[in-house]
């Protein structure tokens, strides 16, 4: 849910970088990845930098 949000966003190493005031101590320095679930770094650079150009949570 929070990267659904942006609240998160995940760096080219796999780090999760929290972006809102998100609580919970279950985030983890680096994303855990299924081994069959092939995410291309594309993606992810795509949805951190849409994420990271936005203002504030209600831009649109």
């Known amino acids: 849910m929070r990267l659904d949000i942006g609240a998160i966003v995940i760096d080219d190493e796999w780090s999760i970088?929290?972006?809102?005031?998100?609580?919970g101590g279950n985030l983890r320095p680096k994303l855990k990845r299924h081994r069959k679930h092939k995410i291309h770094l594309d993606y992810i650079r795509y949805h951190r930098e849409w994420w990271l150009s936005r203002v504030g949570p209600d831009a649109e």
């Open 17 to 23: 970088i929290v972006r809102a005031g998100a609580l």
